[in-house]
């Protein structure tokens, strides 16, 4: 079946490390996406990219990371520089003709240990 | 201008009534709406989706009703049942640029 995986599906981080997410697609989308989600704040844009090799900030990139070396892959790194890191974090892809849905994984839920 | 303001925050509907949650938005280059439904723990999934060239769009018990000069949207669940329970977005873009969400609502249908 084509979809989005997100692993893991829980991460603890101490205080001073990085840590990364993992999100990998098999529905061939140029386009990948990740967001934040707080509890009543919805979903908020991290970073997105179209196209390998290639990415733009969102609303909140400060203190993450992002690379899109492969079509299918577009790992998230949490750098110490966030301050409060933890959140619900989803990773989406979509086609990139006009404006189209976007498919989410089921999210990585990052804790602070 | 990029907003997509969503109410009610929650919204709590009998089995059997109609659940209406309300959307507005100010950038008029907006030309796609979908609504996304997400349960505890899960990703959202894209419920139902409309294009500003039509006013109304109905799958099944869910329809988006779109009004283009107030720019606004809103979701209708008819005969709106348990299962129903969850958080819904709203969101909006345009051409390529990523999804501009709302920031949810969470809706429970009692019994």
């Known amino acids: 079946d084509g979809g989005i995986t997100q692993s893991p599906k829980y991460l603890f981080r101490k205080e001073g490390q990085n840590v990364t997410l993992s999100c990998e697609q098999n529905?061939?989308?140029?386009?990948m996406y990740w967001y934040r989600q707080d509890p009543g704040q919805g979903l908020r844009l991290i970073y997105y990219?179209?196209?390998?090799?290639?990415?733009q900030k969102g609303d909140i990139a400060e203190g993450y990371s992002v690379s899109r070396e492969k079509k299918e892959s577009f790992p998230l790194t949490v750098t110490s520089a966030q301050k409060n890191p933890t959140a619900f974090y989803l990773c989406?892809?979509?086609?990139?003709?006009?404006?189209?849905?976007?498919?989410f994984g089921d999210g990585t839920r990052l804790s602070i240990l | 201008q990029q907003q997509v303001k969503q109410s009610p925050q929650s919204l709590i509907v009998q089995k059997g009534g109609i659940s209406i949650i309300n959307c507005a938005y100010e950038?008029?280059?907006?030309?796609?709406f979908p609504w996304y439904q997400q349960f505890p723990g899960k990703g959202p999934a894209l419920l139902i989706a409309?294009?500003?060239?039509?006013s109304e769009k109905k799958e099944g018990r869910f329809t988006i009703s779109f009004n283009k000069s107030a720019k606004q949207f809103s979701l209708h669940i008819m005969d709106s049942q348990p299962g129903d329970s969850a958080t819904y977005f709203c969101?909006?873009?345009?051409?390529?640029?990523?999804?501009?969400f709302g920031k949810g609502t969470r809706l429970s249908v009692i019994a």
């Open positions: 989406a892809s979509s086609i990139i003709r006009g404006s189209q849905p976007q498919h």
């Open positions: 529905l061939n989308h140029d386009a």
């Open positions: 969101a909006a873009n345009s051409g390529n640029t990523p999804l501009v």
């Open positions: 990219s179209q196209i390998v090799n290639d990415f």
């Open positions: 409309i294009r500003p060239d039509v």
């Open positions: 950038n008029t280059a907006f030309d796609y």
